[in-house]
């Protein structure tokens, strides 16, 4: 096929890939470069052609039509796009961290910025779009997960990293709940919802009917709830719980009344997986025809993902990792109340200068913060709250 549209791909790792396979055997699209901070040849990806590897961000924008942003790096991630925005190029990401951390900077300017399908919140995103077509009105949008561990070992950890060939910092960040904090928090701010309480509700169910407690917080804060919940055993996917008046009409319907959860409060429209780089040509396809952006950040979010400390933390010491670390874990919180709560995304190497307390959300006054693209990103967020200063 002639003219296809060059894709440039910004990471090395499992999803970056992953989507480059894709790109390579498509009709349409052709891979132009991957973009990296690793000497190349450094890079072990025998199905990648290291010719198509490049350190040099100019080069990676100057021949790339569509740049797809999924090194799971908030920090490198607004530096890159940074760059990209100047030259007004659509911006597609599998990328979640980037998001709540520095994303709504970029929304607030036009910049053409979206999210994939393929990873949670990209699949709730377009859940969402489906089941408003069809009148249904959503209650919650939930995350699915079989197993949480908030405190797991270096050695569990280093064991499943090697296991599935994944980055040990990816690996803790799935199992103690970072990453679905980040998740939820970007599916709140894009879509318009809340969250039921800090930390979300978060509980665990042996059934997915038994959702009643998600429709009675949703209308308790009069909006939408962005959730997850552990059920053992049930898909790796997402689901919407939501009213319809038109299906109401029709109670005895067997199709309707198998959506309906435990005491009929409403119905549960499950989509039960999500195949990360398997889906990103879809959302291509749709940026290619200039189709509206599937989800971002706002140009208002109202929900961040703050830093608990896992440990006690003592001037002098380093919290290493924020996301993906033994030292803090995630949370959900509402800016409103935590505006001066440091975004877990935003932790890396970086020097504690107060006493931290096990379970205390790290502010800014208890760290030396590091001055980069993601932290500026991250304070413009803020000028719609009473955050007269913040100490960095």
């Not at 804060?221 to 962005?226: D, G, H, L």
């Not at 198998?258 to 291509?284: C, F, G, M, Q």
């Not at 989800?295 to 010491?317: F, Q, W, Y």
Request: proline share 5%; glycine share 6%.
């Amino acid at each position: 096929m002639d003219n296809k549209t060059k894709v440039g791909i910004v990471g090395t790792g499992f999803i970056a890939t992953g989507v480059a396979h894709m790109i390579m055997q498509s009709n349409d699209f052709e891979l132009s470069w991957m973009f990296t901070r690793r000497p190349i040849d450094s890079i072990d990806a025998p199905s990648i052609p290291k010719m198509q590897l490049t350190n040099s961000l100019n080069q990676f924008i100057d021949d790339s039509d569509i740049v797809f942003e999924c090194s799971g790096d908030a920090i490198h991630a607004a530096e890159v796009i940074f760059e990209v925005a100047k030259t007004q190029k659509k911006i597609v990401t599998i990328n979640s961290e980037f998001h709540v951390t520095a994303g709504s900077y970029f929304s607030r300017r036009g910049v053409y910025l979206t999210e994939a399908d393929g990873d949670q919140p990209g699949c709730l995103a377009r859940l969402d779009q489906e089941v408003r077509g069809m009148g249904f009105q959503p209650l919650a949008y939930v995350n699915l997960k079989g197993f949480l561990n908030p405190d797991p070992t270096f050695e569990e950890m280093t064991y499943w990293s090697e296991k599935q060939k994944l980055a040990l910092s990816q690996v803790v960040s799935f199992t103690d709940g970072t990453k679905l904090q980040i998740e939820q928090s970007f599916v709140a701010n894009g879509l318009g919802a809340t969250i039921a309480k800090e930390g979300m509700i978060g509980a665990t169910i042996s059934k997915l009917e038994d959702l009643d407690y998600l429709v009675d917080a949703a209308r308790e804060k009069n909006a939408p709830i962005s959730e997850y919940l552990l059920c053992p055993g049930s898909s790796p996917g997402v689901l919407i719980v939501a009213d319809n008046p038109i299906a109401d009409l029709c109670p005895g319907y067997l199709p309707f009344s198998r959506l309906r959860t435990t005491e009929d409060k409403a119905y549960i429209l499950l989509r039960p997986y999500h195949l990360v780089h398997l889906e990103s040509l879809n959302t291509l396809r749709r940026v290619v025809n200039d189709d509206a952006i599937l989800l971002n950040n706002s140009v208002s979010p109202r929900i961040t993902v703050g830093a608990v400390a896992k440990k006690t933390m003592n001037p002098g010491e380093k919290i290493k990792h924020g996301a993906g670390g033994f030292d803090v874990r995630g949370k959900a919180v509402e800016i409103r109340h935590h505006p001066d709560a440091v975004p877990v995304c935003l932790l890396r190497n970086t020097p504690v200068i107060r006493h931290v307390a096990p379970g205390q959300l790290i502010t800014f006054d208890d760290v030396d913060l590091a001055q980069n693209r993601a932290l500026e990103c991250y304070l413009d967020s803020l000028t719609d709250y009473s955050v007269t200063e913040i100490s960095t």
